[in-house]
C-alpha cells in the first residue's frame, strides 16, 4: 500500500532563517505531488505541483520555492522565512489526477 | 480562472439533525471530488463524481453532481458528533492540480 511522510509535524522558525520541508511517498512510481498551504481555519492554497522529476509548477509567486530531487521526494524550501510564511504545510500525491492522498502535514510557525 | 465556490462556511447543528453543503461554480467541470479535514488533521478523499446528474451514497453520505456539472452538494442524514470537520470540494484545474473550494465547517453539539 501506499504511504506518505512528511517531516518535521511541527516547526518554530524565527523570521529570515531558512526552510526545509521533505515529503516522500512510498508504495507508487511517479506519482504526482504537491504542496499546499493552509493558514488557520482557511482553505488549501495549492503552492507547487510535479508531474515528474525536476518538473515544478508554480501556483503562487512568494517567499518559497520546491525540488523534485528524486521521484518520490518533495521538498518546499524558503531562503528567509517571513511572518505570513507561517501555516500548515501539506504535501499530497496522486495518480494521474485523480483523487488526492495527504500527508500529516507540517505546521510551521514564524516567530 | 476556475473557481469553486462553497456554501455555507460554517454550519452548526444539533445532533441528529441533517447537514448540506454546496459547491458552485461559474464553468463546467469534468469532475468534482469531496474531502473531509478533521480538526486537526489532514484532508481525506471521501468520492469523486463524474456524471451529468450523478448520485452516490456512503452510508449517511449523499453526493450529487449537478446536471450542468456546475454544481454539487454533500447531504449528511441525522448528524453524528463523528461527523465534525471540514469539507472541501475540489475540481481539477490547470494540469492536474486540484481547485479547492474555501470549505464548510460543520460543529455538532450533543
Known amino acids: 500500500s501506499q504511504t506518505i511522510h512528511q517531516w518535521p509535524a511541527t516547526l518554530v522558525q524565527p523570521v529570515g532563517s531558512p526552510l526545509s520541508l521533505e515529503c516522500t511517498v512510498e508504495?507508487?512510481?511517479?506519482?504526482?505531488l504537491y504542496w499546499y498551504r493552509q493558514a488557520a481555519g482557511r482553505g488549501l492554497q495549492l503552492l507547487f505541483y510535479s508531474v515528474g522529476i525536476g518538473q515544478i509548477s508554480s501556483e503562487v509567486p512568494q517567499n518559497l520555492s520546491a525540488s523534485r530531487p528524486q521521484d518520490r521526494q518533495f521538498i518546499l524550501s524558503s531562503k528567509k522565512l517571513l511572518l505570513s510564511d507561517s501555516g500548515f504545510y501539506l504535501c499530497a500525491w496522486s495518480q494521474l489526477g485523480y483523487e488526492q492522498y495527504f500527508g500529516p502535514g507540517t505546521r510551521l510557525t514564524v516567530t | 480562472g476556475q473557481q469553486v465556490m462553497q456554501i455555507p462556511q460554517y454550519q452548526h447543528v444539533q445532533e441528529g439533525e441533517d447537514f448540506t453543503t454546496y459547491c458552485n461554480s461559474s464553468t463546467t467541470l469534468s469532475n468534482i471530488q469531496w474531502y473531509k479535514q478533521r480538526p486537526g488533521g489532514h484532508p481525506v478523499f471521501l468520492i469523486q463524481?463524474?456524471?451529468?446528474?450523478e448520485v452516490k451514497k456512503q452510508k449517511r453520505l449523499t453526493f450529487q453532481f449537478g446536471e450542468a456539472k456546475k454544481n454539487s452538494s454533500l447531504h449528511i442524514t441525522a448528524t453524528q458528533t463523528t461527523d465534525v470537520g471540514t469539507y472541501f470540494c475540489?475540481?481539477?484545474?490547470?494540469?492536474?492540480?486540484?481547485?479547492f473550494g474555501k470549505g464548510t465547517t460543520l460543529s455538532v453539539s450533543s
Open positions: 463524481l463524474v456524471k451529468s446528474g
Open positions: 475540489a475540481s481539477i484545474g490547470a494540469g492536474t492540480a486540484l481547485i
Open positions: 508504495g507508487t512510481s511517479n506519482p504526482n
